[in-house]
């Protein structure tokens, strides 16, 4: 249940990074939102420039990696606008990253060890 929510958690937070781009150009950027065994971090490749917005998140130059049980990556394209989210998690235990893992292959992303 925990995976669902965090899973959730990040959808909306990938919502949240959409809302600060605008028209021409281009943008990369990452958010770090929640802390712990509750964090994640989205990085976020767009042909759409304006202004990264995080939510609730945090502006950072880069997810960290370590300590990290691996990330999704979803691509959308749609009207000659196209994105990359990959979405890094935190949570610590085999239990919860097997179900990340499988979470993300079942929603149609990629899968990537840290």
Known sequence: M????RWVGALAALGFALLGCGGGGGNSFACLSGS???RL???TTTNV???P????GMLV????????????EHSFASGGASIAQTIWYYSGTPGETSQE???CVDN???WHQP
Not at 2 to 5: I, K, L, S
Not at 53 to 56: D, M, P, Q, Y
């Open 2 to 5: 925990e995976a669902m929510r």
């Open 36 to 38: 712990g065994t509750s």
């Open 53 to 56: 917005n995080c939510g609730v």
């Open 101 to 103: 893992m499988s979470d």
């Open 108 to 110: 149609g992303g990629a």
């Open 61 to 72: 130059g880069a997810c960290p990696r370590d300590g990290a049980d691996g990330a999704c």
């Open 49 to 51: 420039a304006g202004t």
């Open 41 to 43: 971090c989205i990085e």
